[in-house]
């Protein structure tokens, strides 16, 4: 199979409109990694990481790159691959042939992960021979100068969500231009999630805000403006969920602590603990583009419209998840019930009932609510089970 990566480095927007969010380009590559190499906090982070090379001898390696493609795949990919070479078993593309070589899509997925969910799809991409996304990131995870450099490396787009109220409908609608002229001009996929932030529970429902935004472009007509993207639905599934000790912590956090927020530092150990957790299987399964259901959809109700656009991705990506041993497990833990018990044998479940309570033991916080941690750990494997099995019935 011919790969579409050339169309990676042969346009770029001439203009400036965008240069606020866009990702950066082939010319300011150079620049760039020399801002990173003179980060002491890139170095901390990351010189432990690329050893036994040193860290001379890298710093030589980047300033050879020149451009975006070459980065993403001497570093980006490499750096991806050697964290999770021990703690992922298996990492899939599913589907592949869904995706039309001739065209660029716009891949809405469920959210797990907030850095390897895109990370993971490029590199399956990228190893069958199609074409790589630029990705969808927010602000609020822009948390250090040499974060925002590297995701701006790594092909990605920039979603504000850091600015006055009265700025949201004007930044919506250049973002929602931006994705339109990415997709048509510069012929380039893009992936997004389909909400802002994870599904701490895993009830990935996909939020019709999300989807208002991608038909800012062209109010006058939603459906046209959502078809011109070609929405192609992903469905993500990890067997474990190294954040799933984090998620749950945050959930208590909300319930005892009003107007809990989380901090930069939370938010940059959830994308280590991320990166570095043990995940087991992954299944990236590409599902039916969108478009031809799309046309179905009664315009009639304009009210209901963008809902029922949600609620298709939303099926789609329930209809396509990788079920687990311990989906089933967890299932009939949090329905006291035996539904599946002929899914696994009491070996796997005494494993499951061990995992979470190591879960839990990790967790530091005051007053904690062992019962409830618990709970919400097993909700989260559960959930994946609930949804899919409410589009199979």
Known sequence: MESNNSRDKSYEFTYTEFDDIRPLHDSQVKESIELLLNDKMFKAVIEPVVAPITWDEFSKQMRELNSIYAFQKKVIYNLILKFIKNNVDELELLNPREIDLHKSHTYISNHRDIILDAGLLNISLEEQGYQTTEIAIGDNLLIYPWITTIVRLNKSFIVKRNIPVRQILEASQHLSKYMHKTISDKKQSIWIAQREGRAKDSNDRTQASMLKMLTLADRKDPIKSLKALNIVPLSISYEYDPCDFLK????????????????????????????????????????????EEIDSISTNNKA??????????????????????????????????????????PDEKNSFVEYVNKQVDKIEIENKDVDYLRTKIVEMYANILINHLSVQE
């Open 304 to 345: 209901t419209l963008l809902q029922d656009v949600a609620d298709l991705i939303d099926k789609e990506i329930f209809k396509n998840y990788e079920i687990y041993t311990i989906n089933y497990i967890a299932y009939d833990i949090l329905n006291n019930s035996k539904r599946f018990d002929d899914k696994y044998n």
């Open 248 to 291: 749950a912590q945050e959930f208590q956090l909300k319930r005892d602590i009003e107007d809990y927020k989380k901090s930069k530092q939370d938010d940059l150990i959830n994308m280590m603990t991320g990166i570095q957790g043990y995940k087991g299987k992954i299944y990236f399964r590409v599902c039916k583009p969108l478009n």
